[in-house]
């Protein structure tokens, strides 16, 4: 079976630009969630969609939003982007909501903004 | 709020020797308890949780943790360690709600020294 699988996996934009990353859970996976997480630091969660339906949202600007789709897969939309954007972002996905069974998480796509 | 302490940023131990990462949480009620390990240049993978019962909890590896509510303690052991342990490993909690946001605390890296 395919794990969680993200992409680009790599990606370098300039500062003001806009970017779209995509993610694909496990399948049978319902719920999707995104993290941030930048160099020597642990990941910081930005949204959980559910039933595409927004569940949680963490302390990230309103440049950010995500959005789940019917086959559960979801993007992540980063507007005006900054230099302090550049991190890697992580999706993770879960078999139902609020059951703790523990995140799958994809590789990555490694943002750079210059 | 919830949040993570992982005391020391960076453990070297030699090849055999034990390891131990520390953990600790605060948080109003006892959440859900994660470690995830990190390889370079790849997302996270469950090592193991805590969400109720036995509070001596097996995962992957030979890695164990213990739960001790008195000290809001999740610290990490593995009796022998092996070259590939080395890599990035992340103490989690979540809180006991209807979504799973989880904090992750700040890392630490493990060194193993031949």
């Known amino acids: 079976d395919a794990g969680v699988t993200q992409s680009p996996t790599h990606l370098i934009k300039t500062r003001g630009q806009h970017v779209t990353l995509r993610c694909s859970p496990i399948?049978?996976?319902?719920?999707v969630s995104w993290y941030q997480q930048v160099l020597g630091q642990g990941p910081q969660f930005i949204f959980q969609?559910?039933?595409?339906?927004?569940?949680g949202r963490g302390n990230f600007p309103d440049r950010f939003s995500a959005r789940q789709f019917p086959n559960y897969s979801s993007e992540l939309n980063v507007n005006a982007l900054l230099l302090g954007d550049s991190a890697l972002y992580l999706c993770?996905?879960?078999?139902?909501?609020?059951?703790?069974?523990?995140?799958?998480f994809g590789s990555g796509t490694r943002l750079t903004v210059v | 709020a919830q949040s993570v302490t992982q005391l020391g940023s960076h453990v070297s131990v030699s090849e055999g020797a034990l390891v131990l990462l520390r953990c600790n949480y605060s948080?109003?009620?006892?959440?859900?308890l994660f470690w995830y390990v990190q390889y370079p240049n790849q997302g996270l993978q469950l090592l193991l949780k805590?969400?109720?019962?036995?509070?001596l909890v097996k995962g992957i590896n030979g890695f164990e943790a213990e739960f001790k509510k008195s000290e809001t303690s999740f610290h990490l052991t593995k009796p022998s360690a092996h070259m590939s342990d080395a890599a990035e490993y992340f103490c989690?909690?979540?809180?006991?709600?209807?979504?799973?946001?989880?904090?992750f605390g700040p890392g630490t890296s493990l060194s193993v020294i031949p």
């Open positions: 948080s109003s009620v006892p959440p859900y």
């Open positions: 989690a909690v979540s809180e006991r709600t209807s979504y799973d946001k989880v904090i």
């Open positions: 399948s049978g996976h319902k719920s």
């Open positions: 993770a996905s879960s078999l139902e909501l609020g059951r703790h069974y523990g995140y799958t």
């Open positions: 805590y969400t109720t019962g036995a509070t």
């Open positions: 969609y559910y039933e595409k339906e927004e569940r």
